[in-house]
RNA sequence: GGUCUCUUGACCGAGUGGCUAGGUGCCGGUCUGCAAAACCGUUUACUCCAGUUCGAAUCUGGGAGAGACCUCCA
């Protein structure tokens, strides 16, 4: 274990707090993962990049950490009570295919997606779909408290009674019952419920839908908030440590996480509640709502009208770590640009510092750098002051290159070891620039059959053969026809 | 309408009551046959108004603008 406080914002209390484990070496953290309806989009990416640099933080401190991020497959009512249409299924019908199919399809992608961003895989990835038994045993607890009620086949959590009588509701959004009151919109079809603020635990399926599983009330599937205190309980246990999500989590779905779960078993799920803001496009947030997200995909190829060309995955996740978590990052290729450019910097100092030359003496205090990187993280997870310190330190290292700078033998290890560490392990940044070799080939092959022509043409024999042969060598062979040369790889 | 947040230089983006964040760009330099790359140096700043203070971009009050949540949403 490093010695090192931690310290985190905690959206229950809106401070900074010390992080203090539940069990002494063990975290468990949960964190709402995608509904897979559709493509990952950079929203999605920058909540998992979050919270894999929370995850690579606590495992650096030596906690033994268990992640779990759910896959919502079910259960995502597209329009509260009224239309009662899952957002798979809906999905699905527009598709043609079995919901289970455009949730599996979709999954793919997105952890597709994650591990190009190079997102630790969590521990656990739970379905909703796989854990119904556990959701029905939920319903039932909060049901036998009194908590719940049935109405038509469906069952509604109780919100005023859970607030009068439990706890306030609200409490990590930070709202009063009697303000939610004031602001709830009057949805049609919603006479099944007491209150306009209740939501549902259970619903009855219509008969024309699909994902619908037996239930002590009706055939029918879960609701919206369900999914998460069922298996964050299942997997973490009644109380852990860090539960996260995107702002926009907050209300109504992480206030209704808490009271289900405080309503069933009668304490918090989670001790710290982090929450990662949105990225924004022209200053509007990134959602399938807008209708102006930019999928993963289409930042790794550069197909999107708004995009200059084609980012590589890094490039996204460093662009990311320069802002904090919990600012608002707007998203455009000049910021996309100088993120590539700034991380190549980085990279290219971080393969200098094998061949710095070693002096008696270092004229900079390298310990102080790398402590002063890894406290920013530490912060509150501060990758963009960390980042600063790192670019400060890559200045260092050209300088010392350059023999205006010195570093000692002890340092120039200390440096090899740390800086290493903090940009592969920390931040998770790993220089894979291999790109599109083929393009290279093509373009490498055209140019030098160009040159081979011109030597032709200039009766040069001797260049345009020694082309020939040294092409051979390397297993290309040149097919010289009426129509000028053909290439192919004999391998 | 209610609750809350934000407004930093050409662009992105940190931050603290007093000391140049950082990246990209621009400009200058080193290097170079020329160029590019690389490296070094430099430059422009805190939405407006009033107040507290020896001193505020940072605290308080007010104005303007933008956004988030209040409905599924990372």
Known sequence: ????????????????????????????????????????????????????????????????????????????????????????????SKENKEPQEVAQYYEAK??????????????IQPLASGHIIEQIDLVKALLDKGLAYISEGSVYFDVEKYDKTVKPYGILSHRTLENTKDNSRTLSGQEEKHNPFDFALWKKAPKEHIM?????????????????????????GQEFDIHGGGMDLIFPHHDCEIAQSVGAYGNMPAKYWLHNNMITIEGRKMGKSYNNFITITEMFSGEHHLLQKAYNPMTIRFFMLMAHYRSTLDFSNDALIAAEKGLNRLFEAKDKINSLPESKESSFDAKKLIDD??????????????????????????????????????????????????????LGLKNDNKGNNE???????????????HARENKDYQTSDQIRDALQELGIEIKDSKDGAQWRLNK
Not at 28 to 41: L, Q, R, S, W
Not at 69 to 84: C, E, I, K, Y
Not at 375 to 401: C, G, Q, R, W, Y
Not at 441 to 450: E, N, T, Y
Request: aromatic share 10%; charged share 25%; net charge neutral.
């Open 212 to 236: 619908k599983w037996q239930s002590p009330w009706s055939e029918g599937f879960p609701g919206w908030h369900l999914e998460c205190s069922a298996m964050s309980r299942k997997y973490l």
């Open 110 to 123: 997105y952890l597709w997606a994650m591990d190009n961003l190079n997102c630790l895989r969590p521990s």
């Open 439 to 453: 393009d290279v080939i093509k373009g490498l092959m055209s140019l030098v059959l160009d040159m081979r022509k």
């Open 373 to 426: 990187t890894i406290n920013a993280v530490l912060d509150d997870f501060n990758t963009p002051i960390a980042i600063a310190t790192l670019f400060e330190i890559a200045k260092h290292i050209n300088s010392v290159m350059d023999k205006k700078e010195t570093i000692t033998k002890e340092d120039k290890d200390f440096l090899q070891t740390n800086f290493n560490d903090i940009i592969d392990n920390i």
């Open 1 to 92: 274990m490093i010695n090192k406080e931690l310290k985190l914002y905690n959206t229950l209390t809106n401070k900074k707090e010390k992080f203090e484990p539940i069990n002494k070496d063990r975290v468990g953290m949960y964190v709402c993962g995608p509904t897979v309806y559709g493509e990952a989009h950079l929203g999605h990416a920058r909540s998992a990049i979050t919270f894999d640099i929370v995850f690579r933080t606590l495992k650096y401190l030596g906690y033994n950490v268990r992640y779990v991020r759910n896959f919502t497959d079910v259960g995502h009512l597209v329009n509260d009570a009224d239309s009662g249409d899952d957002k798979v299924e809906k999905q699905a």
